[in-house]
């Protein structure tokens, strides 16, 4: 038997109420994915509900979300232009005990939901974060990002300032939310870290990690949906900064880049090479180092040139309609 499916049976009596909320700006390409991906659920079908909440989409969202059929709630937040105040619409409208964030452009697993809410039997697990995965991608980008587990969960896990999860991926206990509030409505990113930091540093609650709840996730592939990308880590670092009073905007001085890519082109690259010639190596692999810079570069963009709004400091409370 696999660790998910032992912890399916771990506590067959543990089935709470669940609340899968999914914010989706222009996801007409996806959606049928993910609806496809929803309906497989193990979970019992009488305790999940699905919210779709349309963040505004210019595209055939709407009418795709409409027509997904029994379970899937079609709600609309066209206040507000994030999806940070797309998922608070979601948990004002939900009825569940455990409430289950993941994004549209992500496909979970069938057992997902089953095995991500296993560690709420303990009563002081408020947060749990499952696993990101990529989805297989063909392209030298979605290549390199996937030999660099750039979406993984084991990177915020090991936050040095303190863990958190992303919202890819993410449930929280609906209790922890009444105490400490919601989301940042008109914050843009960086939103998964102040919300679980908020509660892991405010309450008693605590985070787990489910590896098994597996959900996964396209990487980017292009040039510029890479630098935008690492520049809106930039940014979330920058907000990040300013919410919590912490230094995450380390920049790479000019010495350390002339250094990397010194030894890119008199090490890493012919040892690359010799690979490569031996089907060993790919693309990605002779070409990972400028890629790293390329993104660290497009990061430190970010965080110099993100200006936090005033009213993106501000936190919604729990108040349901």
């Known amino acids: 038997m696999s660790p998910s499916q032992a912890n399916n049976f771990s506590n067959p009596a543990f089935l709470p ?24 659920q193990t979970y019992p079908t009488h305790l999940v509900e699905y919210l779709l909440v349309d963040n505004n989409s210019s ?22 232009q994030s999806s940070y105040a797309a998922r608070n619409t979601g948990i004002r409208a939900a009825t569940g005990n455990i409430l289950a964030f993941t ?8 057992n997902w939901l089953n095995t991500l809410i296993q560690p709420f039997v303990k009563e002081n697990v408020g947060i749990v974060a499952g696993e990101i995965e990529a989805l297989a991608g063909e392209t030298l980008l ?8 750039t979406l993984s969960q084991k990177h915020t896990l090991a936050h040095p300032f303190c863990p958190y999860g992303q919202t890819a991926n993410l449930a929280i206990r609906r209790q922890v939310l009444e105490e400490v509030g919601l989301f940042r409505p008109y914050l843009t990113t960086g ?14 609650w605590q985070l787990e990690f489910a590896p098994d709840a597996i959900v996964q996730h396209r990487h980017r592939s292009t040039l510029r949906q890479l630098r935008s990308q690492w520049r809106r880590y930039g940014e979330s670092n920058k907000y990040l900064h300013e919410l919590h009073g912490i230094d995450l905007m380390r920049e790479l001085t ?21 690979k490569a010639s031996l089907g060993k190596a790919g693309l990605a692999d002779l070409l990972s180092t400028p890629l790293d810079l390329f993104c660290f570069q497009a990061r430190t963009t970010g965080q110099r040139e993100a200006n936090l709004a005033e009213k993106a400091r501000e936190i919604e409370q729990f108040i349901q309609p």
């Open 17 to 40: 109420r669940v609340s899968v909320i999914v914010p989706i700006y222009n996801g007409e390409a996806d959606l049928p994915d993910l609806l496809n991906c929803l309906r497989l």
């Open 254 to 274: 000019a010495k350390e880049y002339l250094y990397r890519l010194s030894r890119w082109l008199l090490k890493e690259l012919p040892a690359a090479s010799v």
């Open 142 to 149: 979605e290549k390199y990002a996937s030999r660099q587990d």
């Open 191 to 204: 939103g998964d870290a102040d919300i679980c930091w908020r509660i892991l540093r405010q309450t008693h």
């Open 103 to 110: 994004d549209a452009d992500c496909r979970p697993n069938p």
């Open 59 to 80: 595209d055939h969202t709407g009418p795709l979300i409409a027509s997904a059929g029994e379970g899937f709630r079609h709600l609309s937040e066209n206040q507000i």
